[in-house]
């Protein structure tokens, strides 16, 4: 097993659950998936997150996700599994299951019940009882759980939870947020900050002291390819290259739509068999695919351009 630590870095790839056309687990495309995003710079994968389709399995089937995952990675790299559940006994027996097989951490989203911050720190406290000291990615993506989280809030959380060892960012605007946790004396020791929303905001994040992404996009080795190149120094080479891949980026963030742009390239660059998704879904029209591939031609342009 490979841990996930307070030094967490690089970029934590958002896996998609690859499904048949009929709905069922694509367990051949995981292993295929799971090659891909190593070979394009993966530093960690994420499993069932919200772009994972997570809420449509059953409880036996992201175990065998998350087994299928962690025995393909084979301890290269740090795997962390969504756990977010309505009860604190489906979360427990999840962890426990997912960690048993090799999974480095595991990931909670607050209830959208959560409104004060002691209602927040006391529950991310039961998290820690039930997952067993697990490390733990806290994630705070107040545009989907509608639960604001504080800088004071994150601060007590992992100040006083030790398992707490990364925060995944994905406020949106929160870039004021990132370098007030990265403020002098703030936090007795220094986290793993991991930035969500597609990417869309990587430079601008990295510059404010993130340690990468924890997010998904088709096109993985941008993210990596990005912090590695920031961490290096080359700011301006970093923000070329993000610029030749942000209008797919942006198109990737619709609501609503947006998964099913991203299962559609991944299939059509070979990660998957199947662009498809398990109901309820959205499904892509002629002119949606028309416009993804004129955005590919674009970008393949200008990449050349680059290079």
């Not at 990737?252 to 742009?261: D, K």
């Amino acid at each position: 097993m490979s841990a996930l630590t307070t030094s967490a870095n690089g970029v934590y790839v958002i896996a998609v659950t690859p499904f048949t056309p009929e709905g069922d687990i694509d367990f051949e495309s995981i292993d295929r998936m799971v090659e891909f995003y190593v070979e394009r710079g993966a530093t960690g994968l994420t499993l069932l997150g919200m772009m994972g389709e997570a809420p449509k399995l059953t409880l036996s089937e992201s175990c065998a996700v998350a087994r299928r995952v962690t025995a393909r990675v084979d301890g290269r790299m740090p795997v962390v599994v969504g756990v977010s559940a309505p009860g604190f006994a489906q979360m427990a027996e999840l962890t426990r299951a997912v960690m048993a097989d090799g999974a480095g951490g595991v990931m909670v989203a607050p209830p959208a019940s959560l409104r004060t911050d002691d209602q927040i720190l006391g529950y991310y406290r039961q998290v820690a009882e039930f997952t067993d000291g697990t490390p733990l990615v806290v994630q705070d993506f107040p545009l989907a759980t509608g639960v604001q989280m504080s800088v004071p809030v994150l601060t007590r959380i992992f100040n006083e939870i030790d398992s707490a060892v990364c925060l995944k960012h994905e406020d949106w605007p929160g870039l004021e947020k990132i370098s007030a946790l990265r403020e002098a004396g703030r936090l007795k020791q220094r986290i793993s900050i991991l930035c969500g929303n597609g990417g869309i905001f990587l430079p601008e994040e990295m510059g404010r002291g993130a340690d990468g992404a924890m997010t998904g996009f088709a096109y993985p080795e941008m993210l990596s390819d990005v912090t590695t190149l920031w961490r290096k120094g080359e700011y301006d080479r970093a923000r070329d290259l993000f610029d030749a891949y942000l209008p797919m980026a942006r198109v990737e963030q619709q609501p609503g739509m947006g998964l099913a742009v991203r299962k559609y390239v991944l299939a059509r660059r070979g990660a998957i068999r199947h662009d498809a998704q398990r109901r309820p879904g959205v499904k892509l029209s002629p002119a949606a695919v028309a416009e993804i591939e004129t955005l590919i031609a674009r970008q393949e342009k200008r990449l050349k351009e680059l290079h």
